[in-house]
């Protein structure tokens, strides 16, 4: 089955400093690639998101490119400030039937300390 | 409201009782989702309404579990004879409909099983 795999935290980074969390996905087809962000005692939000190969999400200052030839999607910012700590979880969902299904990697926690 | 509400926030409970969740979708969407979400795991879905058909009960872990919803409004989801692995933060979520439509979630129900 369709599955998710990204890089485990937590991860502690400075102000300012570059950030990349690796996503990598198993799935048949074209799935839709998405990162969720969860910020301390919020819900889940999307943060971003690509449909199709090559595209590229990016969303307050985020990026992420669907690389359908290394089955990868990871999350990139440059200059991260402390009000991006969070838990950030990427997923997908299928293509075709079950196109509602979202298949969640197990989440990365930053903390930006400044 | 704005977005998904889901409640109780927080549910302790003994094991073997049975317990009820609540959420309200935002107004207008007709695709709802049930997911849970165990301590250091990813989200694992469970149950997906859209409008009057008949809803994905494909992630449902066990006869325990069931979940309604009247049309396009509330749904709850119950869970019987409780077992300390139904220990989870059970989350909610809602979108105007399937098919990479992204999908908005409530804060969630912690619920803890004594």
């Known amino acids: 089955g369709d599955s998710v795999t990204q890089m485990e935290g937590p991860v502690t980074l400075s102000e300012e400093a570059f950030l990349t969390i690796n996503c990598t996905y198993t799935a048949t087809g074209y799935p839709s690639l998405f990162w969720y962000v969860q910020y301390p005692g919020e819900g889940l939000q999307l943060l971003l998101k690509?449909?199709?190969?090559?595209d590229k999400g990016s969303n307050k200052g985020f990026e992420a490119t669907y690389r359908k030839e290394t089955t990868s999607f990871h999350l990139e910012k440059g200059s991260v400030q402390v009000s991006d700590s969070a838990v950030y979880f990427c997923?997908?969902?299928?293509?075709?039937?079950?196109?509602?299904?979202?298949?969640f990697g197990k989440g990365t926690k930053l903390s930006v300390i400044p | 409201g704005a977005g998904v509400s889901q409640s109780p926030s927080n549910k302790v409970t003994e094991k073997g009782k049975d317990v009820e969740l609540r959420c309200d979708p935002i107004?207008?969407?007709?695709?709802l989702y049930w997911y849970r979400q165990r301590l250091g795991q990813g989200l694992e879905f469970l149950i997906y309404f859209q409008g009057n058909s008949a809803p994905d009960k494909s992630g449902l872990p066990s006869d325990r579990f069931s979940a309604e919803r009247t049309g396009e409004s509330v749904s709850t989801l119950t869970i019987q004879r409780t077992q300390q692995e139904d220990s989870a933060v059970y989350l909610c979520?809602?979108?105007?409909?399937?098919?990479?439509?992204?999908?908005?979630f409530g804060d969630g129900t912690r619920l803890s099983i004594l």
């Open positions: 107004s207008g969407h007709t695709a």
């Open positions: 690509a449909t199709k190969a090559d």
């Open positions: 979520a809602s979108s105007l409909g399937d098919s990479n439509q992204p999908q908005h």
């Open positions: 997923a997908l969902s299928p293509s075709g039937a079950g196109s509602y299904q979202l298949t």
